[in-house]
């Protein structure tokens, strides 16, 4: 499931964002222009916020050992 993750983090949104950006030159209507940078945009929050995809799981994986190992040995 991963894997696939990456493929459309890393593959997809870069791909929808060149897309985007290669159409603005070739729309005449302000308000097209004004909707593919808002996608733009967007599209690069979602790919700086998963970027740190892989930091989640890990750290919650330490989280749940820890209070693992808190119930086992008590102070």
Same mark, same amino acid.
């Given at each position: 499931? /991963?894997?696939?993750?990456?493929?459309?983090?890393?593959? &997809?949104?870069?791909?929808?964002?060149?897309?985007?950006?290669?159409?603005?030159?070739? /729309?005449?209507?302000?308000?097209?222009?004004?909707?593919? $940078? !808002?996608? &733009?945009?967007?599209?690069?929050? &979602?790919?700086?916020?998963? $970027?740190?995809?892989?930091?989640?799981?890990?750290?919650?994986?330490?989280?749940?050992?820890? !209070?693992?190992?808190?119930?086992?040995?008590?102070?």
């Amino acid at each position: 499931m /991963l894997n696939e993750y990456r493929i459309a983090v890393f593959k &997809i949104i870069p791909l929808i964002i060149a897309v985007y950006a290669l159409a603005i030159p070739y /729309l005449e209507s302000p308000l097209w222009r004004a909707s593919l $940078i !808002t996608n &733009i945009v967007m599209m690069a929050v &979602i790919l700086v916020i998963d $970027i740190n995809v892989n930091a989640r799981p890990n750290a919650y994986r330490e989280q749940l050992v820890l !209070t693992e190992r808190s119930m086992l040995f008590p102070m």
